[in-house]
């Protein structure tokens, strides 16, 4: 049953405080009680940003190119059923200044027929796939997956047919929440299978990418030299922002993007 806008205006209202919620779920009773009702059977994939991508080399070389929209591009085309978000109720809720407020939530499947209709608007894959693109120009990292959260707020009936893709920023992003998270959840939000970043010896400590880079606080200057922690999923900001070209990206399997469509294709029905 599609929930009131009463809900989603309580949420924006609850949202501010999400760290400390966060939090409480290494508390072990309240963790195990949140993972149950908000992410249970959650895997959700943060996609490497739609840089120039190459197998096995330097993401600074432009040669045999692969490129991790062809995930959402592949679901886009496969649903039958599309709705775009009137808001980022992220953004929204922090009125954030340095990315689009309105590039909101791309969902798929039959779900979206349970979605308040004033909440956003169904739309065609045409539509859709113009959204995905206008996300990426904007700076903002695409997550896809199945995420029990959305299911619960948005009074969608049927989880297994509910894809989510959120397109984040780093200053706003729910998902900035996954360091404080108990491990039970966090362990949900994984980078792409194959991809590793790095930082090199070009490293100068200038701290660039330790400034609002990073979605899940993963980089820091450790010394004179940027270091990145098992946190990191990949998404590649880092690297762009890197003045010295001192961080790298690579990618040490081939398959990643069927992967990727695999592990997601056994979670969500989006015919």
């Known amino acids: 049953m599609a929930r009131p806008l009463w809900f989603g205006e309580l949420l924006k209202k609850t949202f501010p405080n999400i760290q400390l919620i966060a939090k409480l779920t290494k508390v072990p009773i309240i963790g195990r009680l949140v993972d149950k009702l908000l992410f249970e059977g959650d895997n959700i994939i943060y996609l490497t940003q739609d840089k120039l991508i190459p197998i096995n080399q330097s993401i600074e070389k432009q040669d045999d190119l692969v490129l991790p929209s062809q995930v959402l591009e592949y679901f886009i085309n496969k649903a039958k059923y599309h709705f775009i978000m009137n808001t980022c109720i992220c953004r929204e809720s922090l009125d954030c200044q340095d990315y689009p ?16 209709p004033r909440l956003g608007k169904k739309v065609s894959k045409e539509e ?5 693109k206008k996300c990426r120009e904007a700076g903002l990292v695409h997550l896809i997956g199945r995420n029990k959260l959305d299911k619960q707020w948005l009074g969608v009936e049927d989880g297994n047919k509910l894809l989510t893709v959120c397109n984040c920023d780093p200053c706003c992003c729910l998902w900035r929440i996954t360091p404080v998270l108990t491990p039970r959840i966090s362990s949900k939000v994984t980078k792409m299978t194959g991809v590793k970043v790095k930082v090199t010896d070009k490293c100068i400590g200038c701290g660039t990418c330790t400034k609002d880079i990073c979605f899940v606080d993963a980089i820091h ?5 940027a ?3 098992e946190n990191c999923k990949g998404c590649g900001r880092c690297v762009s922002v890197c003045p010295q ?10 398959q990643y993007i069927k992967k990727a469509i695999r592990r997601i294709d056994k979670l969500v029905d989006v015919i």
């Open 221 to 225: 200057l450790v010394g004179k030299r």
């Open 227 to 229: 270091s990145i922690n």
């Open 245 to 254: 070209n001192a961080i790298e990206l690579t990618i040490e399997d081939e």
């Open 101 to 116: 407020q309105d590039l909101g939530c791309l969902f798929m499947g039959e779900g979206i027929l349970d979605i308040n």
């Open 128 to 132: 859709a796939l113009d959204h995905s």
